[in-house]
């Protein structure tokens, strides 16, 4: 059964860091393309960040440069290292595959909050 856990959100100051974890339990993990998604109050929810089974990377523009998003495949784990936040980065972060599950499943999330 597919399962994604996301942690390690949080309140931060305009210009913090963070950085988010997600304990997946899916079978083959190595093998599939993951990514971070966020989705902000009233807006639909985005994809952020996504890794390829190989390890290359990809970021929607709104986070290219400030994100970095990871994997360890030995603990069936993606990262997500934000820094630079903005108070537009405040949105819940789920972790996915890529593209998300065909099930409809998503985690819970994790929320992240920008604000001075």
Known sequence: QVQFVESGGGLVQPG???SLSCQASLILFR???MGWYRQAP????ELSAGTDSGGSTTYDDSVKGRFTIS???AKDTVYLQMNRLKPEDTAVYYCNRRPPD???YWGQGTQVTVSS
Do not use: C, I, V
């Open 71 to 73: 994997r360890d495949n």
């Open 102 to 104: 065909s099930t409809g």
């Open 16 to 18: 913090g860091s963070l």
């Open 31 to 33: 093998f599939h393309a």
């Open 42 to 45: 009233g807006k639909q929810r």
